[in-house]
């Protein structure tokens, strides 16, 4: 025993005595990038990860709003045509100027990078480059394309020089990983590490650290625990659980903001006989959620603030729409639907479903934020109006295919599920696309539309929205259309905005964003 | 013995053979990988565009054909997130398991047959019992647990040692260990010690089992009767006699520490297999989940053999069938 105490206290004098040098940071992530190449995988983690490395034309700020990046400024010239201005004087990390021919390069290869699990194409498909001169680019389009700069804050602008003939692995070696970003790379250690260091000639703000090193560390408790001994400075995804109980501990800093992602419920709006709903003797019955009246019914006997108080611990903001207040095409009106169980009941009584009938909420348990325990909740309070709802979770793995397309003719299989959408683009057009327009898969529309609502004039209006360039004139449309889609029809029974919490020990501070991404360049010190 | 050895790989053939069948139809039934790759953004023609490229769009059969006609040329598919071979992302971390495996081994030996063997020379003393009824706890208490506790106590705590990650490394004699730095180390311990609890505890009943059966026998007596010292009794014919049950059961646990060491890997962040295999069954990447496997089971049936032939040195009345 003794021996084991002095090896105890050796190996600590040795730990103490490498302890980190204080313009340092260690990051502990809850999830790595699968890789450095900034083209390989359009994955959250890897989108957040490679702003650190490089630039793109457009910035997205924490609150994915534009800001000029690699390009100073953008417009429409005509109809179909968008002109970017470059910024003139920037640097590559191996010191060559960036130009025209470094994007026109991106463009070919980001829609090129062979074995990618999830590629860019979804960005750049339908859209010419051209370049007029070093520090001039036009994109042409088919028809009008108002998205033209949320879809760019995406593609992160590589250089021509280095990125030649480079393969994915190339970027993960670090060879090919030359940026404009405001951190160099030094090195990936998959499971391990990544290292970067600070660029001295970055264009923008000059980063705060002289190293980052990023640790994945994937279970909650561990990532708190790393943060609490020290030895991580900072960290994200703070469980909701740990939220209040951190708050307490003055060594640390919390950050919370609400996110993009909205929690919502999809219900069966296609098959006059659904399948896991019946009536209360287990009959067969007509599909009762088909009945726009029950599904308002089922949004007055949804609890929300029960919901953010208990099943969340409070780190959630109730939602009465696709998107949370200050995003564009967003609608001023819409307020989430108050908690009233009488309203419900009677709504269901007009209905002819007076008597209630038996339904099974399905969800995931591993996806989004207690997405079993809402589960569980929601069931409860819809037992309360008389719809006796039974509970199924599974992992996100069976549970999305399952959900998309496990039924006959590969039609979605649930009757009534949870879900999450986050906008990506950071506006209203992307939630309205996925989950409200009707499901067409040669076009690409409805692609998230697992309960198959149907309008054609909430279609219309998202149409027009997409084809509108003038963005004032594109939000009031978005709002029309959430406003009809969501709050007429109940389409989508919205539940809350997610929050994410980031914690710091103190004198950082990080600012959320709602894009969930963890970016260094976000955390200042006090 | 080369008659002996030949059979039993010809037989762990068979169960690679076997266990690749059974591995790849059960991951082929759960799930789509894709929908946990695609971006949900993505429009149904980037959809099938992944499916294509990675295989999915062939019948499971002609994939297992695909998949043996590789086997035979050392590859086992590529990691459908990474893109990278899977069994060079596997031995890539290969080292940190292996390294983590060891040091708990050790940690299980070294402590592990003193306190038993004490136990079981003074069964009815104070710190006997003491070590039993530690032993219990080491058995039942769930590994999860006692690394957060460990972490809680020594390291945000105490601080002696860090909570996370393994340490520096350097390289010795070909291999790169991060037993080789002091910093490593440090890493190392809690972790290890994890992982080595229940291994120590099971180490500790044998040793104490074996010393009691062993201590009555004739040849003990007799040797103490002869006036052998008390230190050569216990090192020369107690130990000897003990071994065989304990090295049967470190060997197969060996097996066990690679292959089961994901959930400390998990709660300590150890960048080793187990952490890899874990994240692969989440996310569905189905030839890192196959490979591993695969890697397990010629483990396992590596160590089966090795300790079958450990036992004919350690107990010369064993003679290994076929070696005639």
Known sequence: ?526 | MTAFILRRSLQSLIVLFVMSLLVFGGVNMVGDPVDMLISPEADQMEIDRVIRDLGLDRPVTEQYWYFLVNAFKGELGRSFIFGEPALKLIIQRMPATMELALFSLLLAVVFGIPLGVYAGLKPEGKLSRTIMAGSILGFSMPTFWVGILLIMFFSVNLGWFPSTGRGETATYFGMTSSIFTADGLSHLFLPAFNLALFKLSSVIRLARAGTREVILQDYIKFARAKGVQESRVIRVHLLKNIMIPIVTVIGLEFGSLIAFSTVTETVFAWPGMGKLIIDSIYNLDRPIIVAYLMIIVLIFVTLNLVVDILYSFLDPRVRIKGAK
């Not at chain 1, 970055?202 to 990023?214: H, L, P």
């Not at chain 1, 506006?427 to 054609?456: F, I, M, Q």
């Not at chain 1, 209006?461 to 997409?466: D, Q, T, Y």
């Open chain 1, 1 to 526: 025993m003794k021996f084991l105490r002095l090896l105890c206290i050796g190996l600590a004098s040795v730990s103490f005595s490498l302890s980190a040098y204080a313009e340092d940071l260690r990051v502990g992530l809850k999830s790595e990038p699968s890789s450095i190449d900034p083209h390989y995988h359009n994955l959250g983690p890897n989108n957040g990860f490679s702003k650190h490395i490089f630039g793109a034309l457009v910035g997205s700020d924490e609150n994915q709003q534009h800001f000029p990046d690699l390009a100073v400024s953008w417009k429409p010239i005509d109809d179909t045509t968008w002109e970017f201005k470059l910024r003139q004087g920037v640097k590559w990390h191996d010191g060559s100027s960036f130009t025209a021919d470094d994007v026109l390069f991106t463009v070919e290869r980001a829609q090129n990078v062979p074995n990618s699990p999830s590629s860019f194409v979804t960005y750049l498909k339908g859209k010419t480059f051209s370049k007029v001169d070093d520090h001039t680019v036009h994109v042409k389009t088919a028809a009008p394309y108002p998205l033209m700069p949320n879809d760019l804050t995406t593609v992160k602008i590589i250089s021509a020089k280095a990125g030649k003939d480079a393969s994915t692995e190339d970027y993960n070696s670090g060879k090919a990983t030359i940026g404009t970003g405001p951190y160099k790379f030094v090195e990936w250690v998959p499971g391990d590490r990544i290292v970067l260091t600070r660029n001295d000639s970055y264009y923008g703000k000059k980063a705060v650290f002289d190293n980052v090193i990023m640790k994945p560390i994937k279970s909650g408790p561990a990532r708190i625990s790393a943060l609490l001994a020290g030895d991580v400075d900072f960290i994200d995804s703070v469980p909701p659980l740990d939220v209040a109980r951190l708050k307490q501990d003055d060594k640390l800093q919390l950050s919370s903001g609400p996110s993009n992602r909205v929690i919502y419920l999809h219900m069966d709006q296609f098959r006059e006989a659904s399948p896991h709903v019946q009536a209360k003797d287990g009959g067969a019955i007509k599909n009762p959620l088909m009945d726009v009246r029950v599904r308002k019914a089922i949004s007055h006997a949804i609890n929300r603030d029960a919901i953010v108080a208990r099943v969340m611990e409070g780190v959630a903001v109730k939602a009465g729409q696709l998107l949370p207040a200050g995003f564009h095409g967003v609608s001023e009106k819409m307020t989430p639907d108050a908690y009233d169980p009488d309203a419900a009941k009677k709504l269901m009584a007009d209905a002819g479903y007076g008597d209630g009938f038996k339904m099974t909420v399905h969800g995931p348990n591993d996806r989004y934020i207690n997405d079993a325990k809402i589960a569980e909740a929601l069931a409860q309070m819809l037992t309360r109006v008389g719809i006796d709802a039974s509970v199924e979770t599974m992992p996100k793995s069976v549970y999305f295919k399952r959900a998309s397309g496990g039924g006959p003719d590969k039609s979605p299989e649930f009757s009534f599920m949870v879900l999450g959408w986050g906008a990506g683009s950071g506006e209203a057009s992307s939630p309205l696309k996925a989950l409200l327009h009707t499901y067409d898969k040669s076009k690409g529309l409805g692609a998230a539309n697992r309960g198959r609502h149907s309008d054609a004039a909430v279609d219309a209006l998202i149409k027009k929205a997409l084809a509108t360039v003038d963005a004032d004139a594109r939000g009031k449309l978005l709002a029309e259309a959430t406003e009809k889609a969501v709050g007429e029809n109940y389409g989508v029974i919205p539940l809350h905005y997610q929050v994410n919490t980031w914690a710091a020990k103190s004198g950082y501070k990080y600012l959320p964003r709602t894009d969930e991404y963890t970016v260094v360049m976000g955390l200042s010190k006090d």
